[in-house]
Antibody
């Protein structure tokens, strides 16, 4: 069965960076897209970006321009999202989700989320 | 970018009633790239409907999706107690792949 296991909660100071991992299993990792979605407490879902599992090409929301880096390691079937220059507005639960193979969606399987807290 | 507007923001109904949730796009969305998700407190979202009208694996047939271009609808025919949750529409046909702001379905 498909599983996406995310790394544990993080607490970071303002201006720091955080790197979250998403270990995938149960499917052909490099045949599917992986999305990153975040959710601040009590707020809606916010799309961060997507990575192509095969070639590693990425797209992200404009608001994260220059601050987000999505990578993947096909040998360990793990996707990573690094967000830099953190502010309190980045405090949220970050989810990875398995997308489609020839298209970005749908997001059929989700990780349990990684809580990132940005606090001084 | 394609903005998705969901209505109503909150829908108050009772078990056994029919729920109709709307998702309106600022530009035409490929039907193949419109999905609906359910989220309960403390849980990750769950895929309900993909390609506008196809039920995901294991989703009861009381959930149905319809629509095209800029107007999409999620219908829950007879509400069960476990259906009271947050619902989001999402398009993945173009970047950025934005979500709607959500509809809270409450008792």
């Amino acid at each position: 069965q498909v599983q996406l296991v995310q790394s544990g909660a993080e607490v970071k100071g303002p201006g720091a960076s955080v790197k979250i991992s998403c270990k995938a299993s149960g499917y052909t990792f490099n045949a599917y897209y992986i999305h990153w979605v975040r959710q601040a407490r009590g707020q809606g879902l916010e799309w961060v970006g997507v990575i192509n599992g095969a070639v590693g090409a990425t797209r992200h929301a404009q608001k994260f321009q220059g601050r987000v880096a999505m990578t993947r390691d096909t040998s360990t079937t793990t996707a990573y999202m690094e967000l830099s220059s953190l502010t309190s507005e980045d405090t949220a639960t970050y989810y990875c989700a398995k997308g489609g193979n020839r298209t970005w969606g749908p997001l059929e399987h989700w990780g349990r989320g990684t809580l990132v807290t940005v606090s001084s | 970018e394609i903005v998705l507007m969901q209505s109503p923001g909150t829908l108050s109904l009772s078990p056994g009633e029919r729920a109709t949730l709307s998702c309106r796009a600022s530009q035409s969305v490929s039907s193949g790239s419109l999905a609906w998700y359910q989220q309960k407190p403390g849980q990750a979202p769950r895929l309900l409907i993909y390609a506008a009208s196809s039920r995901a694996t294991g989703i009861p047939d009381r959930f149905s999706g319809s629509g095209s271009e800029t107007d999409f609808t999620l219908t829950i025919s007879r509400l069960e107690p476990e259906d009271f949750a947050l619902y989001y529409c999402h398009q993945t046909g173009s970047s950025p792949a934005l979500f709607g702001q959500g509809t809270k379905l409450e008792i």
